[in-house]
């Protein structure tokens, strides 16, 4: 019975052998937000040319949804079983850098051949440099464009925000003036916050633009500006636009500017690919400019390697490769590039097959002059103890400043 | 079974059982229970003593670094945070709304569906049905439901001359959202229950009680309502557990806010846990409120062993 067992084992150790070849195949499992089939097929598309120099390695995309992602990559780093890289969200930057749970990819992409990393722009680096660590590569630096629905402007006969942007007329006035108009023309909303979340779990895309137009910035130095005179002048303008005008989306009200029930709303490039399913003529410009000029504000996301992975040294090879000029140029399709030399080249404005030269060329101004939206080491603590006070300020009889003192009281601790 | 293996073994004749049935028997019982056993252990008994050791140091998730601190996570959780006495006010709010509402209409509409009648079975399969919705279907259709001025329910107040609050947007219109959307939801289990506890009532007491010209409130109260008190005790008991461990409906219709107006206990453990990666503090919480529960459920039991005495 042992002879047979035995003869059994190697058998099936030889066969087992034979079949795999001299070297076994690697898998490196990738985390991702998106679910779109287009992002995934042309993240295969790098995966399988990273063959030609590693032949044996594959390259799993795995997506978890962008609401629980941070959470839930948490939860696979606590559990054990940590993947080997990832995108990650600005605002989860600085509590994983913090935690050193990333790898230092610095070596890696310094030795790269022809990788060129003095092509990132220290801007665009900023948020995940420290010293000489270099936590993560972004892939996006996406900023925030004012997607507007030109069905709705034409038939409330009011010029659209890129051709008011192109006679140097679009401002805060302008766009409370436009959104007011379409709401009582249209019966429409004017215009919803990003995903209609604005009141919620998307409360710093909802303010950071019209603050930073005015001046402001959330915070600063340990300093909260949210009561700031800039950040006040500016959310008493869209207080007054959802309280009084009535024309953006109250809280509590549903109003989806992708089924065309809001005139404008504000989102990112990777977005437009949901417009081809959309019923209506429409088009993207920057965000209004304020009492402070142009203030554009960017999104990123970057990829990441773990510490805690088992295969560290070749992820991070994974991401010299997924970041090489070449590919930047593709992923520039959907992910804006922190690359200069793919940024300032007509591919990236002619890239993409939905959005218009034209409307690209804003996409890259953004870019060049845009600031990343605010994060913190305690983000998520910083954003929970925000929350209540920023509820209290989106009611009807507010005090905006009131409010915004309260937001400060609540986020000073924390900072 | 046991009489199949003795047979077995004594047909074959080849050596005296070497267990005695009594032993036989209690192996069987044991390899029997084993699953369930081992279920218990590994992922009931063993998360419960490793939450009790959690609760006593401070964990973070992300960095995984643990150091014991006592009972410090409790001491900081009763008499430094102010935000636990806030959440524990609306997690006993959201009990005392939604336990009586819950059991009451519970109770009338097993009192209206126990018995045969033509279509009897479409109304228990209308008032079951919400509770093998999905939560998450039944949570985003009310959200829907309840917007401010666009909403289908603030539009039938308006029909009858009301002007509807904005109900998930205001604390307190909140909190009483959640609790009637939750009742509406988890009603139809406790109607069955109390119904099969109608049902198993012999009719012939309710003769009798009418033989003696008792009027039906004096039969429901006198007769009815003391053979209901079994079922009613359970039916408390698991409503108010759930009560205090509602999460999803939370979490899908407000997120703990306006103004952490609907901030209940189970949220707010596992916005420390899972959120802010503090896993020792969310673990005391955690165990503040099983004996919360714990005690409720005591007492409970107390007052109706003492009533029946």
């Known amino acids: 019975m042992k002879t047979r067992l035995g003869i059994l084992a190697t058998s099936t150790v030889l066969f087992g052998l034979m079949a795999g070849g001299p070297v076994l195949a690697e898998d490196l499992r990738f985390t991702v937000w998106t679910g779109s089939e287009a992002h995934l097929k042309m993240l295969d598309e790098i995966a399988e040319s990273f063959k030609q120099s590693h032949p044996d390695v594959n390259v799993q995309f795995e997506t978890i949804p962008a609401a629980d992602y941070t959470q839930k990559l948490t939860f696979q780093l606590a559990g054990g079983n940590p993947p080997d890289l990832g995108w990650m969200m600005e605002d989860a930057a600085p509590t994983f850098a913090a935690a050193n749970v990333l790898m230092d990819l610095g070596p890696t992409l310094q030795a790269a051949e022809g990788y060129d990393y003095a092509d990132y722009s220290e801007a665009a680096m900023g948020l995940w440099v420290s010293g000489e660590t270099v936590h993560g590569v972004p892939f996006s630096t996406s900023p925030f464009m004012i997607f507007y629905n030109k069905t709705l402007f034409d038939e409330a006969e009011v010029e659209t925000p890129l051709e008011l942007a192109q006679k140097g007329e679009w401002n805060m006035e302008k766009f409370q003036e436009v959104a007011g108009t379409v709401k009582e023309k249209t019966g429409k909303w004017g215009f919803e916050f990003k995903d209609g979340q604005g009141y919620d779990s998307r409360i710093m895309h909802a303010l950071m633009p019209p603050i930073r137009a005015y001046g402001g910035d959330a915070w600063a130095n340990g300093e909260c500006g949210f009561d700031d005179p800039e950040a006040v002048a500016a959310v008493e303008q869209l207080h007054e636009m959802v309280f009084e005008d009535k024309s953006i989306v109250p809280p509590g009200e549903q109003g989806d500017y992708f089924s065309g029930s809001s005139a404008m709303t504000i989102n990112q490039i990777s977005r437009a690919s949901k417009m081809s399913e959309a019923g209506f003529d429409w088009g993207i410009a920057p965000l209004p400019s304020g009492p402070a000029g142009e203030a554009p504000v960017i999104g990123q996301a970057a990829i990441v390697v773990f510490e805690r992975g088992g295969k560290k040294d070749l992820a991070a090879e994974f991401v010299a490769h997924m970041t090489n000029k070449e590919n930047v140029a593709k992923m520039a399709q959907f992910f804006p590039p922190a690359r200069k030399s793919v940024l300032e080249s007509d591919a990236f404005t002619q890239a993409n097959s939905i959005i218009p030269a034209e409307q690209m060329a804003h996409v890259s101004d953004a870019i060049a002059n845009g600031k990343v939206l605010p994060s913190h080491e305690r983000s998520p603590q910083i954003l929970a103890a925000m929350a209540p006070k920023v509820d209290a300020l989106w009611r009807a009889d507010a005090d905006v400043k009131q409010a915004l003192e309260g937001v400060c009281a609540a986020v000073e601790p924390l900072l | ?309």
């Open chain 2, 1 to 309: 079974m046991a009489d199949t293996l003795t047979n077995h073994v004594s047909a074959r004749g080849l050596r005296a059982p070497r267990f005695s049935l009594r032993q036989r028997e209690a192996i069987e019982a044991w390899l029997f229970v084993s699953p369930t056993v081992v279920g218990f252990l590994l992922f009931f008994l063993g998360p419960l003593v490793a939450v009790v050791y959690f609760s006593l140091t401070e964990w973070n998730l992300l960095t995984q670094q643990s150091t014991f601190v006592g009972i410090d996570n409790y001491v900081d959780a009763l008499s430094r945070n102010p935000d636990f006495w806030h959440v524990l006010r609306n997690s006993f709010v959201f009990a005392l709304g939604l336990v009586p509402l819950n059991m009451s209409l519970a109770l009338m509409l097993a009192l209206a569906l126990s018995r045969p009648f033509r279509g009897v079975v479409f109304f228990r399969t209308i008032f079951f049905a919400p509770v093998v919705t999905s939560a998450v279907a039944w949570a985003i259709v009310w959200k829907f439901l309840l917007q401010g001025e666009a909403g289908a329910v603030n539009q039938l107040l308006a029909v009858v001359g009301i002007d509807g609050p904005n109900w998930l947007r205001e604390p307190d219109w909140a909190m009483v959202a959640v609790i009637v959307t939750r009742v509406i939801k988890m009603v139809g289990l406790n109607m069955i229950l109390y119904i099969a506890a109608l049902q198993a009532i012999p009719r012939d007491y309710e003769a009798a009680a009418r033989l003696e010209g008792a009027s039906n409130w004096q039969i429901f109260r006198m007769v009815i309502w003391p053979l209901l008190a079994p079922t009613t005790l359970v039916i408390f008991v698991i409503t108010m557990i759930g009560s205090f461990k509602v999460f999803d409906h939370i979490y899908l219709m407000t997120g703990g806010g306006p103004e952490n107006g609907t901030l209940v206990l189970a949220f707010y453990i596992y916005e420390q846990g899972f959120k802010f990666f503090n896993v020792g503090y969310a673990s005391a919480l955690a165990m503040i409120m099983f004996v919360i529960v714990l005690a409720l459920t005591v007492v409970q039991m107390i007052l109706r062993r003492r009533d029946m005495q």
